[in-house]
């Protein structure tokens, strides 16, 4: 498994994780990886999808990803 695939997979994990912990289960999810600014993928992602709530975790969370990517916080 490559690096990304890795991140991607335990993105996933951990949003379902948190989903089911909020009870919130059946709720739409979505994880995504661009090389593009984090800014304009999510405005983008959101007119894609036609959502008015995106929420976005800043904190708590020290992975690979944010050593590799940074942080968007």
Known sequence: M????????AA???LDQLCHR??????EKAVR?????AKSEIVNF??????DLI????????????LLAGSTA
Do not use: T, Y
């Open 2 to 9: 490559d690096p990304e695939e890795f991140l991607i997979d």
């Open 12 to 14: 996933k994990k951990d």
């Open 22 to 27: 909020l009870g919130c289960k059946d709720a």
């Open 33 to 37: 990886v661009s090389r593009h600014s």
């Open 46 to 51: 959101a007119g894609e999808k036609g959502v």
């Open 55 to 66: 929420v976005l975790g800043s904190q708590g969370r020290h992975r690979l990803n944010e």
